[in-house]
């Protein structure tokens, strides 16, 4: 299995981690990724410039095009934002001639019908569940570990998503195959906060705080995501959530999917790049023995 890996602007800039834990993870279960590098996926733009957004987008679908091959998208932003546009190019004609014009000078003529997957699909879907728990040699027992899907693993609902939007399931079938207790909690599917940080960083790190102290009244060891944002506000603020809120007793270990399945295969935590993590990893690297 081969997928063209677009890493989009957030992982290669700030989140260094999960591009290192994807790089280590999926060559483990045969999947080849060759590197996409083609630029912003329009998503900062959608509500300013539409039609940047969707050339940017449609310009990112006739390179894969071109290249014959899927498109794997780690970012949950660049993810909808890929397919919100193949959706406007299929239901709109003129918009489609439009770009399809515009992108002529680059030698670019068709956008096909390309395949784009995110990172919990093709654990969940292609890889499977039962082939990841097949290669487990370092179980995550004795861990209760919560998953955040993200606003755009799960929505909107009028183009495809990675999971369900009532009821995701994906992450947690695939953490339960890694060993490790799973559970909900309320507003599972709820937002981390990240797209009001721009403009009102207060009130984005309040909300990513009130899911991570909830997590923490539900019992649970950590926290798993798939999205650089939601690991932003999760992962990266819990300093600043800790001074905004007062509650200096806010702290929970938050990992990429990616990195606990590493962890699972028995990986050297510094090829998953968990060092770069900035919550309390290191609480549930000592409980699993490998610090």
């Known amino acids: 299995m081969r997928y063209l890996l677009y890493l989009g602007c957030v992982i290669p800039t700030k989140q260094y981690a999960y591009e290192m834990s994807l ?7 045969g999947i080849e990724l060759e ?22 987008g449609a310009r990112i679908l006739a390179r894969a095009y071109e290249r014959g091959l899927p498109i794997l998208t780690p970012c949950n932003g660049c993810n909808v934002s890929l397919f919100e546009t193949k959706r406007f190019l299929e239901e709109d004609p003129s918009l489609r001639a439009e770009m399809l014009s515009l992108l002529r000078s680059e030698g670019l003529y068709h956008f096909g019908d390309v395949e784009i997957l995110h990172p919990v699909e093709v654990f969940h879907d292609v890889i499977g569940v039962e082939k990841i728990k097949s290669m487990v040699v370092k179980p995550l027992k004795g861990l209760r570990i919560a998953s955040h899907p993200g606003c755009h693993l799960i929505r909107p609902t009028n183009v495809p998503r990675p999971d369900n939007n009532v009821n995701p399931q994906k992450i947690d079938n695939i953490v339960r195959a890694l060993g490790a207790e799973v559970g909900d909690y309320p507003d599972k599917g709820g937002c981390c906060g990240a797209t009001m940080l721009p403009f009102h960083p ?4 309040k909300v990513g705080a009130e899911k991570i102290v909830v997590m923490m009244d539900y ?12 690991m932003e506000m999760l992962d990266a603020k819990q300093d600043a959530a800790k001074t905004i809120t007062g509650n200096m007793d806010l702290s929970l270990p938050v990992f990429y999917l ?3 399945v590493g962890l699972a295969l028995g990986m050297d935590p510094k090829e998953l790049g968990i060092h770069l993590n900035l919550s309390p990893v290191d609480l549930v690297l000592e409980k699993l023995g490998v610090l």
């Open 35 to 56: 590197d996409f590098n083609e630029g912003c996926c329009g998503f900062p733009l959608k509500g300013v410039n539409k039609k940047a957004w969707i050339y940017m």
């Open 23 to 29: 790089r280590a993870v999926f060559p483990k279960f």
């Open 202 to 205: 207060e009130s984005a790190i």
């Open 219 to 230: 019992g649970f060891d950590a926290v798993t995501t798939s999205c650089p944002y939601c």
């Open 258 to 260: 990616t990195q606990l």
